[in-house]
């Protein structure tokens, strides 16, 4: 049997699994992508438009990506953990008084389910299902 990656150990050890995404507040997602690629230097990941909204990723650290979103508000950021099972996962923190800010939904990666800790700070869990769908997706055009 092969060895178990770090990400699949990380999820496996931590009540939250990995911290996958920072989605950040964009008012000009066009302008902050341009601030990040060009000043920073960060790697473009993929970059779409879809429903109305812009979403790009950029790759600025060896940790989350960050996903410069338009449909969220600017300035926000929302962490956005990995956890190996959603349903055992939810089910476990509901036991302990958890509860969700909605009921679960989709992101292109897998269901999904926002939450808020004691002082509001907004989070969301998710699982894997589709790894890499929007990366498989973008084509670097330049």
Known sequence: MPPKSRVSVDIAKNPLGILRFLYLGSSDVSK?????????????????????????????????????????PAPSVLPVFEVGNLKASVKEFKSRGWQPDGGEFEIPNGPCYLFRDSSGNQMALFQDVRPRLLESGFRQTR
């Open 32 to 72: 902050d992508l341009e601030y990040y690629t060009t000043i920073l230097k960060a790697k473009k990941i993929w970059d779409f438009t879809s429903i109305g909204t812009r979403v790009a990723a950029v790759q600025v650290c060896s940790g989350p990506l960050l996903l410069l979103a338009g449909h969220r």
